[in-house]
C-alpha cells in the first residue's frame, strides 16, 4: 500500500463493459458459426441456397415430382403450349387451382392450328399427391404416387406445366428428371476434382520449392487448353456402344480433370498464407508432426474457403456437361439431362412451334446463378477481407 | 526486357512439346485404326479401294507402328512438310480446310476481348466509383445476366428471336455467295456484317465477369494511401484515379489474357455449333464424331498453341506495364 | 489578421456516417498554427488526430465530412502591398473537388503521410512523382521540373539524385522512400507541412535522421509544421506548442515545455506517466504504468467527459454528467477539465 501511495496511483474499481461483453460472444463463437452469421447477411445467397435446396429436392424425386412419365409420347399432345392454371372461374368466383379442357382447333381462316382452352368441355381440378404412372424410386421402391395431377384420362387432357415436345413429351417431367443428371453431375464432378485438387494444391503451398513450381507448370498448362475442345475430344474418344452410367461416369472424370486446376490454386494460396502463419509455427515448435500441423491446424483454417470454391466451381461443371451434352458428345438419349434437352432445341423449325422446348435453359441459367451467388456469400462469409 | 521476352519464348518450346503429346494422345483415343475402318467404310459406299494409295497413307503415318514411331511421324510432317495429315472424311490435306477456320476464331477471340476491354474497364472505373448507383445495380444486373447464361444459349435464343420477329437468319459468317470465293474486300464486308452477333455475345458473356473483376480491384486499391496522398497533392479527381490505381487495378487482365483467351475460344466453338459458323468448332465435332482423327488432332492443336501465344503477349504486355517485373529480369 | 496565424481552426466537427452509427471523429476541435510555428498534435489512435489533418486538406473519405465549424489559411500576399496583407481563405466553405482547394493541396499545404511504401505509387518513378506535383502547381516545363525535383532531391539528402530520380519505389530502402515522400510534399514550397507519423514505420535510426532533416528544413525553408504523432519523445524534441487530442476533443493545449513539465489535464499527465524511462533501477520495481480501462467504443460515447470511465480524478456526479469546459489555465495554456473550473466546487 505505501509503495502504491508512492508511486501516485490511486486505486478504483474497474468498470464492466457491456459492450465488451457481446463483443465477447463473437471471440468464442465457432468458425462454422461466425460463416453462418456473416453469411446470413446475404439476402441473395440465401434465397439462392434456398432456390437450390428446392431443386435439389426434385433431382432427388424427380419421379414423385414429376406428372408424367418423361419418355411417354403422349401423341394426341404434340407440342402444346404450356397449360394455364387458373384459380377464378368464368364467374369470377375464386377457386382450387384448375385447368380447362383444351382442343386442337384450326382456324377457318387462316388455316393456322391452334390449342385453345374449351372451358364449355369441362374443367379439371388440380389435385396433390395423386396416383400416376408407376416408377422405382431410386430403382429399388416401387411406386405410383406423384405431388401433382389432375383426374382426367391420358387421352382427355394433361397438365403439361411447361408444354410438350414434338413428341408429346411433357416438358416439365423431362426437366425434373433432367435436373437428376444434371446436378448430381456437377456435385460428383466437383468432389472428384477436389479430392486431386486438395492432394495436390496442398503439396504445392506446403512444400514449395521445386514440386510447387512442377504442380504450378502442370496447372498452368492445363489450362492453356481450351476446355470444350479437349472435352470435346476427350468425350469423343468414349465408345459409342457404353451404357449410359458408364458414360455418366466418364463425362464427370472429364470435366473433373480440368476442374481440380481451380481448386488446386485455392488450396495452395491457403497453404501459402498459412505457412507463413505463427500459430503454425507454434505447433512445429512443440514437436507436433508434418501430418498432424496439417490435419489439425491448417486444414479447419482453409475448410471455409474451399467450400466457397467448390461451390463456386460447381456452375461451371454444370455449363460444361451442359454445352458437352447439347452438342450431342456428352450424354446422349435417352438419358435426360438439361444438355441433352435443349439439343432437341437447335431443330429450328421445330423450335418456332414449340419455343417451350427451351426451358431447360432456365433451369441451367437459375441454378448457375444460385451456386454463383451462393458461393459468392460463403467465400464472403469465409473471409470478408478477400476478394 | 529483351532478355525477358528470350526467356518467354525459350519456355514456350517445352508447353509446345507437350501440347503436342496431349493432342497426339488425343488423337489416338478412339478405338480402331483408322484405316482399315476407312476402307471399310469406302468399299460399303461402293468405291474401289486403291491399295497402293492406302499403304502409302499407311506409311506415311505410320499406322500400325508403335507409338513413337507415329508421333515423330507425325511431328516431323508437321514442322517440316507443314503436313498436318490428312483429313479422310473431306479427302484433303487437313491443312487446306483447317487454317480459315482457325484465323476466324482467332479473329472473333481477339476482336471479342478487345470490345469486352473497351467497356469493362471505364464501366468498371465507373461503378467502382459510384457504388450503389442505379449503373452499379444495373452493371449487377447486366454481370448476372453474363455469368448465368453461357453464350451458346444467348445464340439459341437470338436466333429463336431474328427468326420469329424479324425474319432473319444469323447464323454463318458469310453469305452463300462468299463461303468458297477467295478473299476480297467484298467478303471481308460480308464478314463484318456477319460477324457482329457473334462477336457481341461472346464479348458481353466475358464482359460480365470482367467488370466485376475491375469493381473489386479498383475498389481494393482506393483505399490505399497512395491515392490519398495523390489527392493531396492537389490532382483531379479523374486524372488520379486514372493515372494511379486502375493502372494497378489492370495488371490482373494483362497477366490473364492468355487464360481469357483460352475462355473464349471455349465459348467460341459451342456458339458456332449454334449458329453454324465457319470457325473450328462445328468442323472439329464433325471431325471428332466421324473419326476423321488427323483433323480433329490438329484442332486441338493449333488451338492450344494459340492460347500459348497469347499468353506470351501477355506476358508482354505487363511487362511493359509493370516496372516491377521488366526490371526484374 | 497580422498577428502570424497561418490556419485557425475553430470549433470543427467531422463526422463518420456510418450504418452501425454516427462515429464522432472529430467533436469541436479548436486550434491555431502560427506561420513557421511547429504544433505537435498527440494523443492515441483514434482520437481524431488524422482526421483533423485530412479535414484541413478537405480529403476526408467517405462516408465522413466536415459537419460543422470553419477552417481559415491565412495567406500573405506580399506581392502588391509592402505591409504585408493577409488574405483570408475559409477552406471549410470550399467545395473538395474545386480547383481552388486543389491549388492549395501540395502547394501551400502539403502531407506527409505515414507509410512511405504504401504511399508512392509503385509503378511510377519517384522523379516523376516530384514532378506531378510541381507541373500541378508551378508555370515551368518539364526539364525544369526535372531539374526541381533533382533540387528537392538533394535539400532532402537524397544520394546521388540525378541517378536515383529515375528509380521506383521498390528499389529505395524506407528511409529513402520517406525522403522521396518529403521532397514531394515539400516541392512547391509549402507555408504548412502537415506530417501524420511520418516515422512511426520506420526503424529508430532512420527516424532520428529523418526527424533532424526535418528540423533542418523547417529552419530553411520557414515553414509550419503540424506534426502528428502518438510518441511523445518526438513530441518533446520537435514541436514549440502542443494540443492533446482525445475521443475528438482538445482535452489541453500548451507550450512544449509546459505540457511536458506541467501537465493539467489528468490525461495529459497519465500519459507523460506512461512512458517508460530508461535507468528504472530494476530494485524501485515501479510497475510500468499505463491508463486503465481502453479507448471507448466510438458509437457509445460516455456521457460527460469522454475520459471520465479512465480518469483517476474523476468527481461522480460532475464528470460522468456534463461536458467539461474549456479552461485557460495560464496564457497560452488550456485543459478542458472541471478541476481547473474556478466556478464549481473543489
Given at each position: 500500500?505505501?509503495?502504491?501511495?508512492?508511486?501516485?496511483?490511486?486505486?478504483?474499481?474497474?468498470?464492466?463493459?457491456?459492450?465488451?461483453?457481446?463483443?465477447?460472444?463473437?471471440?468464442?463463437?465457432?468458425?462454422?458459426?461466425?460463416?453462418?452469421?456473416?453469411?446470413?447477411?446475404?439476402?441473395?445467397?440465401?434465397?439462392?441456397?434456398?432456390?437450390?435446396?428446392?431443386?435439389?429436392?426434385?433431382?432427388?424425386?424427380?419421379?414423385?415430382?414429376?406428372?408424367?412419365?418423361?419418355?411417354?409420347?403422349?401423341?394426341?399432345?404434340?407440342?402444346?403450349?404450356?397449360?394455364?392454371?387458373?384459380?377464378?372461374?368464368?364467374?369470377?368466383?375464386?377457386?382450387?387451382?384448375?385447368?380447362?379442357?383444351?382442343?386442337?382447333?384450326?382456324?377457318?381462316?387462316?388455316?393456322?392450328?391452334?390449342?385453345?382452352?374449351?372451358?364449355?368441355?369441362?374443367?379439371?381440378?388440380?389435385?396433390?399427391?395423386?396416383?400416376?404412372?408407376?416408377?422405382?424410386?431410386?430403382?429399388?421402391?416401387?411406386?405410383?404416387?406423384?405431388?401433382?395431377?389432375?383426374?382426367?384420362?391420358?387421352?382427355?387432357?394433361?397438365?403439361?406445366?411447361?408444354?410438350?415436345?414434338?413428341?408429346?413429351?411433357?416438358?416439365?417431367?423431362?426437366?425434373?428428371?433432367?435436373?437428376?443428371?444434371?446436378?448430381?453431375?456437377?456435385?460428383?464432378?466437383?468432389?472428384?476434382?477436389?479430392?486431386?485438387?486438395?492432394?495436390?494444391?496442398?503439396?504445392?503451398?506446403?512444400?514449395?520449392?521445386?514440386?510447387?513450381t512442377i504442380i504450378q507448370r502442370l496447372i498452368e498448362f492445363i489450362r492453356t487448353i481450351?476446355?470444350?475442345?479437349?472435352?470435346?475430344?476427350?468425350?469423343?474418344?468414349?465408345?459409342?456402344?457404353?451404357?449410359?452410367?458408364?458414360?455418366?461416369?466418364?463425362?464427370?472424370?472429364?470435366?473433373?480433370?480440368?476442374?481440380?486446376?481451380?481448386?488446386?490454386?485455392?488450396?495452395?494460396?491457403?497453404?501459402?498464407?498459412?505457412?507463413?502463419?505463427?500459430?503454425?509455427?507454434?505447433?512445429?515448435?512443440?514437436?507436433?508432426?508434418?501430418?498432424?500441423?496439417?490435419?489439425?491446424?491448417?486444414?479447419?483454417?482453409?475448410?471455409?474457403?474451399?467450400?466457397?470454391?467448390?461451390?463456386?466451381?460447381?456452375?461451371?461443371?454444370?455449363?460444361?456437361?451442359?454445352?458437352?451434352?447439347?452438342?450431342?458428345?456428352?450424354?446422349?438419349?435417352?438419358?435426360?439431362?438439361?444438355?441433352?434437352?435443349?439439343?432437341?432445341?437447335?431443330?429450328?423449325?421445330?423450335?418456332?412451334?414449340?419455343?417451350?422446348?427451351?426451358?431447360?435453359?432456365?433451369?441451367?441459367?437459375?441454378?448457375?446463378?444460385?451456386?454463383?451467388?451462393?458461393?459468392?456469400?460463403?467465400?464472403?462469409?469465409?473471409?470478408?477481407?478477400?476478394? | 526486357?529483351?532478355?525477358?521476352?528470350?526467356?518467354?519464348?525459350?519456355?514456350?518450346?517445352?508447353?509446345?512439346?507437350?501440347?503436342?503429346?496431349?493432342?497426339?494422345?488425343?488423337?489416338?483415343?478412339?478405338?480402331?485404326?483408322?484405316?482399315?475402318?476407312?476402307?471399310?467404310?469406302?468399299?460399303?459406299?461402293?468405291?474401289?479401294?486403291?491399295?497402293?494409295?492406302?499403304?502409302?497413307?499407311?506409311?506415311?503415318?505410320?499406322?500400325?507402328?508403335?507409338?513413337?514411331?507415329?508421333?515423330?511421324?507425325?511431328?516431323?510432317?508437321?514442322?517440316?512438310?507443314?503436313?498436318?495429315?490428312?483429313?479422310?472424311?473431306?479427302?484433303?490435306?487437313?491443312?487446306?480446310?483447317?487454317?480459315?477456320?482457325?484465323?476466324?476464331?482467332?479473329?472473333?477471340?481477339?476482336?471479342?476481348?478487345?470490345?469486352?476491354?473497351?467497356?469493362?474497364?471505364?464501366?468498371?472505373?465507373?461503378?467502382?466509383?459510384?457504388?450503389?448507383?442505379?449503373?452499379?445495380?444495373?452493371?449487377?444486373?447486366?454481370?448476372?445476366?453474363?455469368?448465368?447464361?453461357?453464350?451458346?444459349?444467348?445464340?439459341?435464343?437470338?436466333?429463336?428471336?431474328?427468326?420469329?420477329?424479324?425474319?432473319?437468319?444469323?447464323?454463318?459468317?458469310?453469305?452463300?455467295?462468299?463461303?468458297?470465293?477467295?478473299?476480297?474486300?467484298?467478303?471481308?464486308?460480308?464478314?463484318?456484317?456477319?460477324?457482329?452477333?457473334?462477336?457481341?455475345?461472346?464479348?458481353?458473356?466475358?464482359?460480365?465477369?470482367?467488370?466485376?473483376?475491375?469493381?473489386?480491384?479498383?475498389?481494393?486499391?482506393?483505399?490505399?494511401?497512395y491515392v490519398e496522398l495523390a489527392r493531396a497533392k492537389g490532382l483531379t479527381e479523374s486524372?488520379?484515379?486514372?493515372?494511379?490505381?486502375?493502372?494497378?487495378?489492370?495488371?490482373?487482365?494483362?497477366?490473364?489474357?492468355g487464360w481469357s483467351l483460352a475462355n473464349r475460344i471455349s465459348d467460341i466453338t459451342l456458339?458456332?455449333?449454334?449458329?453454324?459458323?465457319?470457325?473450328?468448332?462445328?468442323?472439329?465435332?464433325?471431325?471428332?464424331?466421324?473419326?476423321?482423327?488427323?483433323?480433329?488432332?490438329?484442332?486441338?492443336?493449333?488451338?492450344?498453341?494459340?492460347?500459348?501465344?497469347?499468353?506470351?503477349?501477355?506476358?508482354?504486355?505487363?511487362?511493359?506495364?509493370?516496372?516491377?517485373?521488366?526490371?526484374?529480369? | 489578421?497580422?498577428?502570424?496565424?497561418?490556419?485557425?481552426?475553430?470549433?470543427?466537427?467531422?463526422?463518420?456516417?456510418?450504418?452501425?452509427?454516427?462515429?464522432?471523429?472529430?467533436?469541436?476541435?479548436?486550434?491555431?498554427?502560427?506561420?513557421?510555428?511547429?504544433?505537435?498534435?498527440?494523443?492515441?489512435?483514434?482520437?481524431?488526430?488524422?482526421?483533423?489533418?485530412?479535414?484541413?486538406?478537405?480529403?476526408?473519405?467517405?462516408?465522413?465530412?466536415?459537419?460543422?465549424?470553419?477552417?481559415?489559411?491565412?495567406?500573405?500576399?506580399?506581392?502588391?502591398?509592402?505591409?504585408?496583407?493577409?488574405?483570408?481563405?475559409?477552406?471549410?466553405?470550399?467545395?473538395?473537388?474545386?480547383?481552388?482547394?486543389?491549388?492549395?493541396?501540395?502547394?501551400?499545404?502539403?502531407?506527409?503521410?505515414?507509410?512511405?511504401?504504401?504511399?508512392?505509387?509503385?509503378?511510377?518513378?519517384?522523379?516523376?512523382?516530384?514532378?506531378?506535383?510541381?507541373?500541378?502547381?508551378?508555370?515551368?516545363?518539364?526539364?525544369?521540373?526535372?531539374?526541381?525535383?533533382?533540387?528537392?532531391?538533394?535539400?532532402?539528402?537524397?544520394?546521388?539524385?540525378?541517378?536515383?530520380?529515375?528509380?521506383?519505389?521498390?528499389?529505395?530502402?524506407?528511409?529513402?522512400?520517406?525522403?522521396?515522400?518529403?521532397?514531394?510534399?515539400?516541392?512547391?514550397?509549402?507555408?504548412?507541412?502537415?506530417?501524420?507519423?511520418?516515422?512511426?514505420?520506420?526503424?529508430?535510426?532512420?527516424?532520428?535522421?529523418?526527424?533532424?532533416?526535418?528540423?533542418?528544413?523547417?529552419?530553411?525553408?520557414?515553414?509550419?509544421?503540424?506534426?502528428?504523432?502518438?510518441?511523445?519523445?518526438?513530441?518533446?524534441?520537435?514541436?514549440?506548442?502542443?494540443?492533446?487530442?482525445?475521443?475528438?476533443?482538445?482535452?489541453?493545449?500548451?507550450?512544449?515545455?509546459?505540457?511536458?513539465?506541467?501537465?493539467?489535464?489528468?490525461?495529459?499527465?497519465?500519459?507523460?506517466?506512461?512512458?517508460?524511462?530508461?535507468?528504472?533501477?530494476?530494485?524501485?520495481?515501479?510497475?510500468?504504468?499505463?491508463?486503465?480501462?481502453?479507448?471507448?467504443?466510438?458509437?457509445?460515447?460516455?456521457?460527460?467527459?469522454?475520459?471520465?470511465?479512465?480518469?483517476?480524478?474523476?468527481?461522480?456526479?460532475?464528470?460522468?454528467?456534463?461536458?467539461?469546459?474549456?479552461?485557460?489555465?495560464?496564457?497560452?495554456?488550456?485543459?478542458?477539465?472541471?478541476?481547473?473550473?474556478?466556478?464549481?466546487?473543489?
Amino acid at each position: 500500500m505505501a509503495e502504491q501511495a508512492k508511486a501516485g496511483i490511486i486505486e478504483f474499481p474497474v468498470e464492466e463493459d457491456d459492450l465488451q461483453k457481446a463483443g465477447e460472444k463473437t471471440y468464442v463463437a465457432p468458425p462454422w458459426k461466425l460463416m453462418w452469421w456473416r453469411f446470413r447477411k446475404h439476402k441473395l445467397a440465401l434465397f439462392s441456397a434456398a432456390a437450390l435446396i428446392v431443386f435439389y429436392f426434385v433431382a432427388i424425386f424427380c419421379e414423385f415430382v414429376a406428372p408424367y412419365d418423361p419418355n411417354q409420347a403422349l401423341i394426341q399432345f404434340k407440342q402444346v403450349p404450356p397449360t394455364l392454371i387458373h384459380i377464378r372461374d368464368a364467374e369470377g368466383r375464386f377457386q382450387f387451382p384448375f385447368i380447362y379442357q383444351h382442343r386442337r382447333t384450326m382456324d377457318t381462316e387462316t388455316f393456322e392450328i391452334t390449342y385453345l382452352e374449351v372451358p364449355s368441355e369441362g374443367s379439371y381440378p388440380i389435385e396433390f399427391f395423386v396416383q400416376g404412372y408407376q416408377y422405382e424410386f431410386m430403382g429399388f421402391w416401387e411406386s405410383d404416387l406423384h405431388l401433382f395431377g389432375v383426374p382426367a384420362g391420358a387421352d382427355q387432357q394433361g397438365i403439361f406445366l411447361l408444354g410438350t415436345d414434338r413428341l408429346g413429351r411433357d416438358m416439365f417431367s423431362r426437366i425434373s428428371y433432367g435436373a437428376r443428371l444434371s446436378l448430381s453431375m456437377g456435385m460428383i464432378s466437383v468432389f472428384l476434382s477436389l479430392a486431386l485438387g486438395v492432394v495436390l494444391g496442398g503439396i504445392s503451398g506446403y512444400f514449395g520449392g521445386t514440386i510447387d513450381t512442377i504442380i504450378q507448370r502442370l496447372i498452368e498448362f492445363i489450362r492453356t487448353i481450351p476446355t470444350i475442345p479437349l472435352y470435346m475430344t476427350l468425350s469423343a474418344a468414349l465408345p459409342v456402344d457404353w451404357p449410359v452410367e458408364r458414360v455418366y461416369f466418364g463425362i464427370t472424370l472429364i470435366i473433373a480433370i480440368v476442374g481440380w486446376t481451380y481448386l488446386a490454386r485455392v488450396v495452395r494460396g491457403r497453404f501459402l498464407a498459412m505457412r507463413e502463419e505463427d500459430f503454425v509455427l507454434a505447433a512445429r515448435l512443440s514437436g507436433s508432426s508434418e501430418m498432424r500441423i496439417i490435419l489439425r491446424h491448417m486444414v479447419p483454417s482453409f475448410l471455409s474457403y474451399i467450400i466457397a470454391a467448390l461451390t463456386l466451381n460447381i456452375p461451371n461443371m454444370i455449363l460444361a456437361e451442359t454445352g458437352l451434352s447439347f452438342i450431342g458428345l456428352g450424354l446422349r438419349a435417352p438419358a435426360i439431362s438439361w444438355g441433352v434437352l435443349l439439343q432437341e432445341a437447335t431443330n429450328i423449325s421445330s423450335l418456332m412451334l414449340a419455343p417451350w422446348v427451351l426451358t431447360p435453359s432456365f433451369a441451367v441459367v437459375i441454378s448457375v446463378l444460385a451456386f454463383n451467388f451462393v458461393g459468392d456469400g460463403l467465400r464472403d462469409a469465409a473471409d470478408p477481407y478477400a476478394r | 526486357m529483351f532478355r525477358y521476352i528470350i526467356r518467354r519464348l525459350v519456355l514456350m518450346i517445352p508447353t509446345f512439346f507437350l501440347i503436342s503429346i496431349v493432342s497426339f494422345v488425343a488423337l489416338q483415343l478412339p478405338p480402331g485404326d483408322y484405316l482399315t475402318s476407312y476402307a471399310a467404310q469406302l468399299s460399303s459406299m461402293g468405291e474401289t479401294v486403291d491399295q497402293e494409295a492406302i499403304e502409302s497413307l499407311r506409311e506415311r503415318y505410320g499406322l500400325g507402328e508403335p507409338y513413337y514411331v507415329q508421333y515423330s511421324k507425325w511431328v516431323y510432317g508437321i514442322l517440316v512438310r507443314g503436313d498436318w495429315g490428312q483429313s479422310m472424311e473431306w479427302q484433303r490435306p487437313v491443312s487446306q480446310l483447317i487454317w480459315e477456320r482457325l484465323g476466324l476464331t482467332l479473329g472473333l477471340a481477339v476482336f471479342s476481348l478487345v470490345i469486352s476491354w473497351l467497356i469493362a474497364i471505364p464501366a468498371g472505373v465507373y461503378i467502382a466509383t459510384h457504388q450503389y448507383s442505379i449503373p452499379d445495380y444495373l452493371m449487377s444486373a447486366f454481370s448476372f445476366m453474363g455469368i448465368g447464361v453461357p453464350a451458346f444459349l444467348w445464340a439459341l435464343i437470338i436466333m429463336y428471336f431474328a427468326q420469329t420477329q424479324l425474319g432473319l437468319n444469323v447464323g454463318g459468317l458469310f453469305s452463300e455467295k462468299f463461303l468458297d470465293a477467295p478473299w476480297s474486300w467484298a467478303k471481308v464486308v460480308d464478314l463484318l456484317r456477319h460477324i457482329w452477333i457473334p462477336c457481341v455475345i461472346i464479348a458481353l458473356v466475358n464482359t460480365a465477369g470482367e467488370l466485376r473483376t475491375t469493381r473489386a480491384n479498383l475498389l481494393d486499391e482506393l483505399n490505399k494511401p497512395y491515392v490519398e496522398l495523390a489527392r493531396a497533392k492537389g490532382l483531379t479527381e479523374s486524372k488520379l484515379i486514372w493515372k494511379y490505381p486502375v493502372r494497378i487495378a489492370l495488371n490482373p487482365f494483362f497477366s490473364t489474357v492468355g487464360w481469357s483467351l483460352a475462355n473464349r475460344i471455349s465459348d467460341i466453338t459451342l456458339m458456332s455449333v449454334v449458329l453454324s459458323l465457319e470457325t473450328t468448332g462445328p468442323m472439329q465435332l464433325r471431325a471428332l464424331t466421324s473419326q476423321d482423327m488427323y483433323l480433329a488432332g490438329s484442332f486441338l492443336l493449333l488451338l492450344s498453341v494459340l492460347v500459348v501465344v497469347g499468353t506470351l503477349v501477355s506476358d508482354i504486355l505487363l511487362a511493359w506495364v509493370d516496372p516491377r517485373i521488366r526490371l526484374e529480369e | 489578421m497580422q498577428d502570424g496565424t497561418l490556419i485557425k481552426v475553430k470549433d470543427l466537427k467531422t463526422y463518420f456516417f456510418l450504418d452501425e452509427g454516427v462515429v464522432r471523429a472529430v467533436d469541436g476541435v479548436d486550434f491555431s498554427i502560427l506561420r513557421g510555428q511547429t504544433l505537435g498534435v498527440v494523443g492515441e489512435s483514434g482520437c481524431g488526430k488524422s482526421v483533423t489533418a485530412r479535414s484541413i486538406l478537405r480529403i476526408v473519405p467517405k462516408p465522413g465530412r466536415i459537419v460543422g465549424g470553419e477552417i481559415t489559411l491565412h495567406r500573405s500576399v506580399n506581392e502588391k502591398d509592402r505591409l504585408a496583407m493577409t488574405d483570408v481563405v475559409t477552406l471549410t466553405d470550399l467545395d473538395p473537388m474545386s480547383r481552388e482547394i486543389r491549388s492549395i493541396r501540395g502547394h501551400e499545404i502539403a502531407l506527409v503521410p505515414q507509410e512511405p511504401m504504401a504511399s508512392l505509387s509503385m509503378v511510377h518513378t519517384i522523379g516523376d512523382q516530384i514532378m506531378e506535383a510541381i507541373l500541378l502547381h508551378q508555370k515551368v516545363g518539364k526539364a525544369e521540373a526535372r531539374q526541381k525535383a533533382i533540387e528537392m532531391l538533394d535539400l532532402v539528402g537524397f544520394p546521388q539524385p540525378k541517378q536515383r530520380v529515375e528509380s521506383y519505389p521498390y528499389q529505395l530502402s524506407g528511409g529513402l522512400r520517406q525522403r522521396a515522400v518529403i521532397a514531394m510534399a515539400l516541392s512547391c514550397h509549402p507555408s504548412l507541412l502537415i506530417a501524420d507519423e511520418p516515422t512511426t514505420a520506420l526503424d529508430v535510426t532512420t527516424e532520428a535522421q529523418i526527424l533532424k532533416l526535418m528540423r533542418s528544413l523547417q529552419e530553411e525553408l520557414g515553414m509550419a509544421i503540424m506534426y502528428i504523432t502518438h510518441n511523445l519523445g518526438v513530441v518533446a524534441q520537435m514541436t514549440e506548442r502542443v494540443i492533446v487530442m482525445y475521443m475528438g476533443k482538445v482535452v489541453e493545449e500548451g507550450d512544449v515545455d509546459t505540457i511536458f513539465h506541467n501537465p493539467k489535464h489528468p490525461y495529459t499527465s497519465a500519459l507523460l506517466r506512461s512512458i517508460p524511462r530508461l535507468g528504472m533501477k530494476a530494485r524501485d520495481r515501479r510497475r510500468l504504468e499505463s491508463i486503465r480501462g481502453t479507448v471507448p467504443d466510438p458509437y457509445s460515447i460516455p456521457k460527460g467527459c469522454p475520459f471520465h470511465p479512465r480518469c483517476s480524478q474523476r468527481i461522480e456526479g460532475v464528470c460522468d454528467e456534463q461536458e467539461p469546459p474549456n479552461i485557460q489555465v495560464e496564457p497560452g495554456h488550456k485543459v478542458r477539465c472541471v478541476l481547473y473550473d474556478s466556478r464549481s466546487s473543489g
